[in-house]
């Protein structure tokens, strides 16, 4: 088992900027990647950026991109997302997401039910 527990969420203005981090715990030996998805109230759960822990790859949603980064501690027990510029419609709650398998093709990490664990999730709200 891995848990994953997010923080860094909160209320910030238009343009501001924002770091999450996503503490793991448990087998995290066995994560192949970590993703980060958001979820708008009245909006289904949709990819924001994701990182394979082996040859660090990284892939990021087209509205993010330029904005937000993804980065990973070496030993596997944190994650972080940057996040740049920030916009209202950047206003959701943010889950960090776990996988233990390698996907041949990075739009598998781009989907939700590619991941086993899940956190609990972290408001980001952002005024105009």
């Known amino acids: 088992q891995v848990r994953l527990v997010e923080s860094g969420g909160g209320l910030v203005r238009a343009g501001d900027s924002l770091r999450l981090s996503c503490a793991a715990s448990?087998?995290?030996?066995?994560?192949?990647?970590m993703g980060w998805f958001r979820q708008a109230p009245g909006k289904e759960r949709e990819f924001v950026a994701a990182?394979?822990?082996?040859?660090?790859?990284?892939f990021y949603a087209e509205s993010v991109k330029g904005r937000f980064t993804i980065a990973e501690d070496s030993n596997r027990n944190a994650g972080y997302l940057q996040m740049n510029n920030l916009s209202p419609e950047d206003t959701a709650v943010y889950f960090c997401?776990?996988?233990?398998?390698?996907?041949?093709?990075?739009?598998?990490?781009?989907?939700?039910?590619?991941?086993?664990?899940w956190g609990q999730g972290t408001q980001v709200t952002v005024s105009s």
């Open positions: 448990g087998r995290t030996f066995t994560t192949a990647a």
């Open positions: 997401a776990a996988t233990t398998l390698n996907y041949p093709h990075g739009n598998y990490y781009q989907t939700p039910g590619k991941y086993e664990y």
């Open positions: 990182i394979t822990w082996r040859g660090k790859s990284t």
